[in-house]
């Protein structure tokens, strides 16, 4: 099994930037592929963008330029870095995580994009 800690959600302010981090309870050497979801309200859950455990990343249209995935092994820990961030990123943003053909969840932190 997996455990995933999400942090670093808040309020910030159109064209902002946050950083978001995912802790996981085991090694990410063993974990197939880790992602960030994200979920505005009355809408369906989105990805955002993942990594493989050989460090390559892909990001949704919707983010690329702005948001970067990226991965510390030593820390068992995958970030997503947010830039330039609009009121349509506000939502839930939920990490992920495949391992042993079973897909894991955080508990997810709050992003608020508004002025």
């Known amino acids: 099994q997996v455990q995933l800690v999400e942090s670093g959600g808040g309020l910030v302010q159109p064209g902002g930037s946050l950083r978001l981090s995912c802790a996981a309870s085991?090694?990410?050497?063993?974990?197939?592929?880790m992602g960030w979801y994200r979920q505005a309200s009355g809408k369906q859950r989105e990805l955002v963008a993942d990594?493989?455990?050989?460090?390559?990343?892909s990001h949704a249209d919707s983010v690329k330029g702005r948001f970067t995935i990226s991965r510390d092994n030593a820390k068992n820990t995958v970030y997503l870095q947010m830039n330039s961030l609009e009121p349509d990123d506000t939502a839930v943003y939920y990490c992920?995580?495949?391992?042993?053909?079973?897909?894991?969840w955080g508990q997810g932190t709050q992003v608020t994009v508004s002025s």
């Open positions: 990594i493989t455990s050989s460090g390559s990343p």
């Open positions: 992920n995580a495949l391992y042993d053909r079973k897909f894991y």
């Open positions: 085991r090694s990410i050497f063993s974990i197939r592929t």
